[in-house]
C-alpha cells in the first residue's frame, strides 16, 4: 500500500505535467507554431508522444529537461507580453528576423528551433536583459 506523502508526489507530477503542457500548448497556438517546431522546442521526437501529450498531458511524465525546456518557454513568452504589450506584436515578435547579437538577423524562434536547450537559455537571457533584468 502507497502511503500518503507517495500518493501526493504522483499526484503533484500528474498535476504539474498536466498545467505545464497545457500552458504550452496555448503558447504554441499563440506563436503559431507547426507541430514540428512545437515538438523540437519541447526536445521530442515522437509524434505519437507529441500528440498523445497534446490530447491527454495528464499522461504526461515530464524529465527534468522537458520541465527546463517549459521554464525558459514560459520565462520568454512572460517576457514578451511585458515588453510588448499588445499581444499580438509580442506573439509574433519570434518569427521576426532580429539583428541583436544572439539572432545575427535570424528570428528569435529560428534561434530556438536549434533544438538545444542553450538557445532556449540565450533568448531568455536577451530577453530578461531587455527587461533590465540582467
Do not use: C
Not at 10 to 38: P, R, V
Amino acid at each position: 500500500m502507497l502511503s500518503n506523502k507517495q500518493n501526493n508526489i504522483s499526484l503533484d507530477d500528474a498535476t504539474l505535467s498536466k498545467s505545464a503542457l497545457k500552458t504550452y500548448f496555448k503558447i504554441a497556438a499563440l506563436w503559431k507554431l507547426n507541430s514540428e517546431q512545437s515538438m523540437t522546442l519541447l526536445g521530442l521526437d515522437s509524434r505519437s508522444t507529441y500528440f498523445k501529450w497534446k490530447k491527454h498531458p495528464e499522461s504526461a511524465k515530464l524529465t527534468l529537461d522537458k520541465l527546463e525546456r517549459l521554464s525558459y518557454i514560459f520565462g520568454i513568452y512572460k517576457s514578451l507580453q511585458m515588453l510588448l504589450p499588445k499581444p499580438e506584436s509580442a506573439d509574433a515578435w519570434i518569427k521576426r528576423p532580429n539583428a541583436a547579437t544572439p539572432f545575427q538577423g535570424r528570428s528569435a524562434l529560428d534561434r530556438m528551433l536549434s533544438g538545444h536547450v542553450a538557445d532556449l537559455y540565450v533568448v531568455r537571457q536577451y530577453l530578461d536583459a531587455q527587461r533590465g533584468w540582467s
